[in-house]
């Protein structure tokens, strides 16, 4: 059984930096590419960035390259998400989802987190 348990959220001020942690249990983690999506109010899900099962290759999402970075440690079954220079408009929930395979990221939602808020203001 798929278990993401995602932590880091929190308020912060525009221009400063989070570290967000996806926990993963239930199969075998370094053997699928992973995923951080986001859902902002009052809009639907949005991909933020990928990486694959070897953590050896990583896209992103126009709006947040050059300010986020997506990692993984397959020894310790965790994904992150650092998150540099965060403007209000990257207020949302964030999950992180398998992907199907170590090259493909398709995601479904039985195989996603429940999600840790983030919020950018002053």
């Known amino acids: 059984q798929v278990q993401l348990v995602e932590s880091g959220g929190g308020l912060v001020q525009p221009g400063s930096s989070l570290r967000l942690s996806c926990e993963a249990s239930?199969?075998?983690?370094?053997?699928?590419?992973m995923n951080w999506v986001r859902q902002a109010p009052g809009k639907g899900l949005e991909w933020v960035t990928t990486?694959?099962?070897?953590?050896?290759?990583?896209t992103y999402a126009v709006t947040v390259r050059g300010r986020f970075t997506i990692s993984r440690d397959n020894a310790k079954n965790t994904l992150y998400l650092q998150m540099d220079s965060l403007k209000p408009e990257d207020t949302a929930v964030y999950y992180c989802?398998?992907?199907?395979?170590?090259?493909?990221?398709?995601?479904?939602?039985?195989?996603r987190g429940q999600g840790t808020q983030v919020t950018v203001s002053s």
């Open positions: 989802a398998k992907g199907s395979s170590s090259w493909d990221s398709t995601w479904s939602a039985k195989e």
């Open positions: 239930g199969f075998t983690f370094g053997g699928y590419a």
């Open positions: 990486i694959n099962g070897g953590g050896d290759w990583t």
